[in-house]
């Protein structure tokens, strides 16, 4: 069994016509490749509920994905793109700075001030979140969650290659999204709709939430060969007493904690880490990792060698994660955020 990994070995070739650039005709029409043993098993998505026990708990993520991507332009006419990574306050303390990515052909100076599509500014202030941070600092002249809400587009995937249309404000959106803040999708649970989770309630099967705002830098490339050398970004989440209580329950009862979403599994597995108090983490799971919460993972499909494949190749066992990315690409399965799905059972130590 491999125990030391470098990058290379998160790699696989996948076919362009396999990444799903639109979701399936209805959420729950996915496919689901069930891996939790062995011999990998061609499900749909609709098997979901027969495939857990009463008494197993779901954790699903109830981030909503706000229009964080806004269009403007400096002062000398040039094009630029904003993506907002965050509202540096909540959604129920309206605030007017955010820290942003810039996509512009020469960057501005602090105090330069951007006309943006629909009428409104944002402020260069510097970066963030220090001086020689990734990111950019805005004041805008209105409300943040406001402005992105009237003016923004979908932050699709750069691996999906049309705009953002009605479909996408829509699909791109779990059906229990409650907490603005994410400028990504918890992809797996884009599958779930009112039916399978009626069906789900049906078989005993319980359900609590975390909220974990998924930021840009899930689709950043990792470039070190070494992976350890690799610096993930912080992404913020809460996980609720009431949820840990139901962890808590679900375990004294001898069922199982099935994390919906990769988002889902480091927000359990950070709180269980460093203890409730933290709300921003930067857990980088890679092979190798103790794993103290979740017992299963329903996911989808990720970019070759990126961090969340390492994270599920810890879950479920480097060789045969591989072994199903291999089978998946075989049988044709469409991949990514659009895509369909698997179900993974946490290996033994």
Not at 165 to 185: M, W
Not at 283 to 311: A, R, W, Y
Request: charged share 20%.
């Amino acid at each position: 069994m491999k125990t030391h990994f470098s990058l290379s070995d998160f790699d696989f070739t996948l076919p362009d016509e396999l990444i799903a650039q639109h979701p399936a005709a209805e959420r729950s029409a996915s496919r689901l490749l069930d891996g939790r043993d062995s011999a990998a098993t061609d499900r749909r998505f609709t098997d979901l509920p027969e495939l857990l026990q009463p008494g197993d708990l779901l954790v699903l993520n109830d981030t909503k994905v706000v229009k964080a991507r806004l269009f403007g332009q400096k002062s000398s006419g040039g094009r630029l793109e904003l993506l907002i990574e965050r509202v540096l306050s909540s959604p129920q303390d309206p605030a007017h700075e955010v820290a942003a990515h810039m996509k512009v052909s020469k960057k501005p100076l602090p105090g330069a001030v951007l006309q943006m599509e629909g009428g409104f500014s944002a402020t260069l202030l510097g970066r963030w979140p220090n001086e020689d941070g990734p990111l950019y600092r805005f004041a805008l002249s209105s409300d943040a969650y406001a402005l992105m809400e009237s003016h923004g587009h979908v932050p699709l995937p750069p691996y999906i290659t049309h705009t953002d249309s009605a479909d996408d404000e829509l699909r791109y959106q779990t059906v229990f999204a409650k907490n603005p803040g994410a400028v990504a999708a918890p992809t797996a649970a884009l599958h779930f709709d009112e039916a399978v989770l009626a069906r789900l309630a049906a078989r005993g099967v319980q359900r609590a939430s975390v909220t974990l705002h998924v930021g840009a830098g899930t689709f950043q490339p990792v470039k070190a060969e070494n992976i350890a050398d690799h610096v993930m970004h912080f992404e913020r989440f809460e996980v609720p007493e009431s949820t840990l209580q139901a962890i808590r329950d679900c375990k004294a009862r001898g069922g199982r904690v099935v994390a919906i979403g990769t988002t889902s599994v480091r927000a359990l597995e950070s709180s269980a880490k460093f203890g409730p108090d933290c709300n921003d983490t930067n857990i980088f799971i890679t092979p190798g990792f103790e794993f103290q919460v979740v017992d299963m993972l329903l996911t989808n499909f990720h970019l070759p060698k990126s961090t969340l494949m390492m994270l599920v190749s810890a879950f479920a066992g480097y060789e045969h994660i591989m072994a199903l990315y291999r089978h998946a690409i075989t049988q044709r399965y469409r991949f990514f955020s659009y895509g369909d799905a698997m179900l993974l059972q946490r290996i033994t130590p």
